[in-house]
């Protein structure tokens, strides 16, 4: 039956180590002790259930954190996961050796099928026992730099703000607002830069270090592995990276160019800041509120199919979604589920800016695709790898485009051109920051001066445009890296959204011929959830791979078509 308890209403459950352990060690002895099929998967079932009760609790744990990174007895809580997460997955080790080693294996697989068992032994090669204090050190050390980010409290013009708050700062009309608080959120890093690079520091070698007790090279394969990424490795990846730098940077700089001249300064003269400004009279402007805006996300889903009608009242009666910024809320955004209540939840930092309706589309994508495969079994085929994620998410942005009206009023047609050219803009800073960890983890005893030269030289080849004013010392120097908190959280994550970047503009530029057709793909994609890795799910959704000579340049082709046809004189 559908539950219907509200995000607020749902109560953390205590727990402690020894009794997961208990309850895990159990479960495992029956697996071994289990004579038949039968039996066994009786067991598997029951294990599965019991991982989405502990999942869910420590998911809602997390979310809670994310929301209020100031309460202490919620911090305690997540302590307490981050301790004893690297124990339970060397308990869910245990129980995959035996799982892959069961003779009857081949009956799971003809239930499951053999990507099943391929993520289980992905899964066994990237964890031991013997890399646990490691894998303590690591989470303890993302937490803490969450909490530096987290703590930011940014003086500007006699008031203080995080920093997700600044962006409305950054991007305003006024060049020197722009300029002031581009410095200031800047000044927080210099403050900061020996703390954040210190940590950085500690987790490239503890990776490395784990990386090799498990008899890998450096941390990159192990990063890819535990990525699940069974069917691309590095080469395919930096192949792809060399076909973004040859089809989609010059490109870009084309964007720039026409972007300097349409706000009125010479293209030499734009700094850094000055891209935050895409239309001289000013960014496209919200029509209203964030209620409003909430609002308006209602009138689109209800309008754009039932099923997302369905959806959106869904999340809404449940309240499952937290969007304003507030201190003390830790920065970005996010979709997560909760596999128990087959809940999603939307956890955003509003500021008043486009990035807010990104927010309202984007994770809804997400979350749609999270309740369209929540009955899929087994729940590991219910989420698939990351990159897939992000098609979803980033193909509703596109999606939504027609009813863009809503929420920018006259300013509808800024914003489209805004959010096209700016996803394509996005395209070579993804591959900076892959690129930059690469770097990384083939040299990870390199000092915080060395990573920031080295990201400096590659920031310098994919995004060229970029200039700093002195006062951007951080940045300046090579130091941007420090905002990206994928780096030290998510590593290799990031290219992720360039990946799925290239698979939604295949959707748009669909969904601008026949709505209908790809719509019906988007939710076929959807539905499929994760019952296949990456690549082998794009042949599945029919769309074109991007590690594959000439694809980009394929999908990048018919969007400058699109590009031409904005009448840019109106964006005055
Ligand atoms: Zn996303």
Same mark, same amino acid.
């Given at each position: 039956?559908?539950?219907?308890?509200?995000?607020?209403?749902?109560?953390?459950?205590?727990?402690?180590? /020894? =009794? *997961? +352990?208990? @309850?895990?060690? &159990? #479960?495992?002895? $029956?697996?071994?002790?289990?004579?038949?099929?039968?039996?066994?998967?009786?067991?598997?079932?029951?294990?599965?259930?019991?991982?989405?009760?502990?999942?869910?609790?420590?998911?809602?744990?997390?979310?809670?954190?994310?929301?209020?990174?100031?309460?202490?007895?919620?911090?305690?809580?997540?302590?307490?996961?981050?301790?004893?997460?690297?124990?339970?997955?060397?308990?869910?080790?245990?129980?995959?050796?035996?799982?892959?080693?069961?003779?009857?294996? /081949? =009956? *799971? +697989?003809? @239930?499951?099928? &053999? #990507?099943?068992? $391929?993520?289980?032994?992905?899964?066994?090669?990237?964890?031991?026992?013997?890399?646990?204090?490691?894998?303590?050190?690591?989470?303890?050390?993302?937490?803490?730099?969450?909490?530096?980010?987290?703590?930011?409290?940014?003086?500007?013009?006699?008031?203080?703000?995080?920093?997700?708050?600044?962006?409305?700062?950054?991007?305003?009309?006024?060049?020197?607002?722009?300029?002031?608080?581009?410095?200031?959120?800047?000044?927080?890093?210099?403050?900061?830069?020996?703390? *954040?690079?210190?940590?950085?520091?500690?987790?490239?070698?503890?990776?490395?270090?784990?990386?090799?007790?498990?008899?890998?090279?450096?941390?990159?394969?192990?990063?890819?592995?535990?990525?699940?990424?069974?069917?691309?490795?590095?080469?395919?990846?930096?192949?792809?990276?060399?076909?973004?730098?040859?089809?989609?940077?010059?490109?870009?700089?084309?964007?720039?160019?026409?972007?300097?001249?349409?706000?009125?300064?010479?293209?030499?003269?734009?700094?850094?800041?000055?891209?935050?400004?895409?239309?001289?009279?000013?960014?496209?402007?919200?029509?209203?509120?964030?209620?409003?805006?909430?609002?308006?996300?209602?009138?689109?889903?209800?309008?754009?199919?039932?099923?997302?009608?369905?959806?959106?009242?869904?999340?809404?009666?449940?309240?499952?979604?937290?969007?304003?910024?507030?201190?003390?809320?830790?920065?970005?955004?996010?979709?997560?589920?909760?596999?128990?209540?087959?809940?999603?939840?939307?956890?955003?930092?509003?500021?008043?800016?486009?990035?807010?309706?990104?927010?309202?589309?984007?994770?809804?994508?997400?979350?749609?695709?999270?309740?369209?495969?929540?009955?899929?079994?087994?729940?590991?085929?219910?989420?698939?790898?990351?990159?897939?994620?992000?098609?979803?998410?980033?193909?509703?942005?596109?999606?939504?485009?027609?009813?863009?009206?809503?929420?920018?009023?006259?300013?509808?047609?800024?914003?489209?051109?805004?959010?096209?050219?700016?996803?394509?803009?996005?395209?070579?800073?993804?591959?900076?920051?892959?690129?930059?960890?690469?770097?990384?983890?083939?040299?990870?005893?390199?000092?915080?001066?060395?990573?920031?030269?080295?990201?400096?030289?590659?920031?310098?080849?994919?995004?060229?445009?970029?200039?700093?004013?002195?006062?951007?010392?951080?940045?300046?120097?090579?130091?941007?890296?420090?905002?990206?908190?994928?780096?030290?959280?998510?590593?290799?994550?990031?290219?992720?959204?360039?990946?799925?970047?290239?698979?939604?503009?295949?959707?748009?530029?669909?969904?601008?011929?026949?709505?209908?057709?790809?719509?019906?793909?988007?939710?076929?994609?959807?539905?499929?959830?994760?019952?296949?890795?990456?690549?082998?799910?794009?042949?599945?959704?029919?769309?074109?791979?991007?590690?594959?000579?000439?694809?980009?340049?394929?999908?990048?082709?018919?969007?400058?078509?699109?590009?031409?046809?904005?009448?840019?004189?109106?964006?005055?």
């Amino acid at each position: 039956m559908e539950k219907t308890i509200k995000f607020e209403d749902i109560p953390i459950q205590k727990f402690s180590f /020894k =009794q *997961i +352990e208990k @309850k895990m060690k &159990s #479960y495992i002895e $029956q697996l071994k002790a289990a004579p038949d099929f039968e039996t066994g998967f009786k067991v598997i079932k029951a294990y599965e259930r019991f991982g989405s009760k502990m999942g869910t609790n420590f998911g809602i744990i997390s979310v809670r954190f994310t929301l209020n990174t100031q309460d202490e007895v919620i911090a305690k809580y997540q302590d307490l996961v981050d301790e004893i997460s690297p124990l339970i997955s060397n308990l869910a080790n245990e129980w995959n050796k035996v799982l892959v080693a069961l003779p009857y294996r /081949k =009956q *799971i +697989e003809e @239930k499951y099928g &053999s #990507y099943y068992f $391929q993520m289980i032994e992905n899964e066994l090669k990237s964890f031991d026992e013997k890399i646990i204090p490691e894998l303590v050190e690591i989470n303890k050390l993302s937490s803490q730099y969450d909490r530096v980010m987290g703590s930011a409290q940014i003086e500007f013009r006699g008031q203080t703000y995080n920093i997700p708050q600044m962006g409305k700062f950054s991007s305003s009309a006024d060049r020197e607002t722009r300029k002031e608080a581009a410095i200031a959120v800047d000044k927080f890093f210099q403050d900061h830069e020996q703390e *954040i690079g210190d940590i950085y520091g500690k987790l490239v070698l503890l990776r490395d270090k784990a990386a090799k007790k498990l008899g890998f090279e450096d941390f990159t394969e192990l990063g890819y592995l535990s990525l699940g990424r069974v069917d691309y490795n590095p080469e395919m990846v930096a192949n792809y990276r060399k076909q973004i730098a040859k089809e989609v940077v010059p490109v870009a700089q084309k964007l720039y160019r026409a972007q300097a001249k349409r706000i009125g300064i010479p293209f030499n003269k734009m700094y850094n800041y000055d891209y935050n400004l895409f239309f001289k009279s000013g960014n496209p402007k919200l029509a209203g509120d964030s209620h409003y805006l909430v609002e308006s996300a209602g009138k689109m889903y209800h309008e754009m199919s039932p099923i997302t009608g369905e959806f959106w009242d869904f999340m809404n009666e449940r309240h499952l979604l937290d969007l304003e910024a507030r201190p003390g809320k830790q920065p970005g955004g996010y979709m997560t589920f909760f596999d128990e209540y087959k809940y999603p939840f939307i956890f955003s930092n509003f500021n008043g800016t486009p990035h807010d309706v990104d927010v309202l589309t984007h994770e809804f994508g997400h979350a749609l695709q999270g309740y369209l495969s929540r009955n899929i079994k087994p729940s590991e085929y219910r989420s698939p790898t990351l990159e897939s994620c992000e098609i979803h998410s980033m193909s509703m942005e596109y999606f939504a485009t027609p009813w863009m009206e809503l929420f920018f009023g006259k300013d509808a047609e800024k914003y489209r051109y805004y959010h096209l050219s700016d996803s394509i803009c996005f395209l070579p800073y993804g591959i900076t920051i892959d690129e930059f960890q690469h770097w990384v983890y083939k040299h990870p005893t390199a000092t915080h001066e060395e990573r920031c030269a080295a990201f400096k030289e590659i920031e310098s080849r994919y995004l060229p445009q970029k200039k700093y004013p002195k006062e951007m010392k951080a940045a300046g120097h090579g130091g941007w890296w420090m905002r990206q908190s994928h780096i030290f959280g998510s590593p290799f994550y990031y290219i992720d959204y360039t990946l799925a970047q290239v698979c939604a503009f295949q959707f748009y530029v669909e969904s601008t011929k026949n709505r209908e057709k790809a719509w019906k793909k988007y939710i076929k994609l959807c539905k499929m959830g994760g019952k296949y890795p990456f690549v082998h799910l794009l042949e599945k959704a029919h769309l074109r791979n991007p590690f594959e000579d000439g694809n980009v340049a394929k999908v990048i082709r018919p969007l400058r078509k699109i590009l031409k046809g904005f009448d840019e004189s109106k964006f005055e």
